[in-house]
T-cell receptor, first 113, second 116 residues
Framework: GEDVEQSLFLSVREGDSSVINCTYT??????LYWYKQEPGAGLQLLTY?????DMKQDQRLTVLLNKKDKHLSLRIADTQTGDSAIYFC?????????????FGAGTILRVKS | NAGVTQTPKFRVLKTGQSMTLLCAQD?????MYWYRQDPGMGLRLIHY???????AKGEVPDGYNVSRLKKQNFLLGLESAAPSQTSVYFC???????????????FGPGTRLLVL
């Protein structure tokens, strides 16, 4: 079955690190994604990781993947007020299923100045 | 490139009315998708298309129909709107290949629909 779970809310102080966690269930997923949604806006792709990687770093973002536990995390270093948004974890099903993305419910990140 | 665009941005309907949401992409993508976003539920796939002239059901297809007559356009229709269809609708598109980095979906800005 397909299921992606995330914690609902995270609050951090400006300058601290944020860690958003996600678990998924479909072991055939080839890519896992993090999307950011600001209020009233569409989804913006933040980063993605291929399923045979353990870690990917992209400026302030670090993605860690534990394939054995089906656990994905997004770390944002030096969190800024502009990082306040909803963050969605998503896994992609194989091409024979139309490259379907299965999303988590989203984690609201609030950054306090 | 405009990317993925959606019209309209916002619409209010009465129960039983019909409407069509339009999605257009100028990236020559093969695959297109319609999602709905409801509070606390993330995005759920309504219908998708793997090429011009093809459509397939997603997770929550009931009450919706779609058409992909042209590669660049994907239409989502509500024949008889219900309050349960109040939501934000997102269109997305992707290349449709398994090549590295080509499975990314690009999203439109969304259409807010309120059904009274």
């Amino acid at each position: 079955g397909e299921d992606v779970e995330q914690s609902l809310f995270l609050s951090v102080r400006e300058g601290d690190s944020s860690v958003i966690n996600c678990t998924y269930t479909d072991s055939s997923s080839t890519y896992l994604y993090w999307y950011k949604q600001e209020p009233g806006a569409g989804l913006q792709l933040l980063t993605y990781i291929f399923s045979n990687m353990d870690m990917k770093q992209d400026q302030r973002l670090t993605v860690l993947l534990n394939k054995k536990d089906k656990h994905l995390s997004l770390r944002i270093a030096d969190t800024q007020t502009g990082d306040s948004a909803i963050y969605f974890c998503a896994e992609i099903l194989p091409v024979e299923y139309g490259n379907k993305l299965v999303f988590g419910a989203g984690t609201i990140l609030r950054v306090k100045s | 490139n405009a990317g993925v665009t959606q019209t309209p941005k916002f619409r209010v309907l009465k129960t039983g009315q019909s409407m069509t949401l339009l999605c257009a992409q100028d990236m020559n993508h093969e695959y297109m998708y319609w999602y709905r976003q409801d509070p606390g539920m993330g995005l759920r796939l309504i219908h998708y298309s793997v090429g011009e002239g093809t459509t397939a059901k997603g997770e929550v297809p009931d009450g919706y129909n779609v058409s992909r007559l042209k590669k660049q356009n994907f239409l989502l229709g509500l024949e008889s709107a219900a309050p349960s269809q109040t939501s934000v609708y997102f269109c997305a598109s992707s290349y449709g290949s398994r090549g590295f980095g080509q499975e990314t979906q690009y999203f439109g800005p969304g259409t807010r629909l309120l059904v009274l």
